[in-house]
């Protein structure tokens, strides 16, 4: 999941990987709408991202 912007250039990525997939669920849900991540913030070639684990860290925004 990028966040206001396109990868590379998105300056904040939420990244899923397949191994967490079933776990955290469709992700279509979430495109279009206000999405607030919550995790462990880290560095990845220099730019913000969360690793999701689980959907308990995916919200949609009212």
Do not use: C, W
């Not at 999941?1 to 396109?6: E, V, W």
């Not at 967490?20 to 990845?44: C, F, H, M, P, S």
């Amino acid at each position: 999941m990028n966040f206001d912007g396109s990868f590379p250039n998105a300056p904040f990525t939420a990244v899923i990987y397949a191994a967490d997939a079933d776990k955290v669920g469709n992700i279509l849900q979430y495109e279009g709408k206000r999405v607030v991540v919550t995790g462990k913030i880290a560095l990845y070639r220099g730019k913000p991202e969360i690793v999701v684990h689980s959907a308990m860290s995916l919200r949609i925004q009212p």
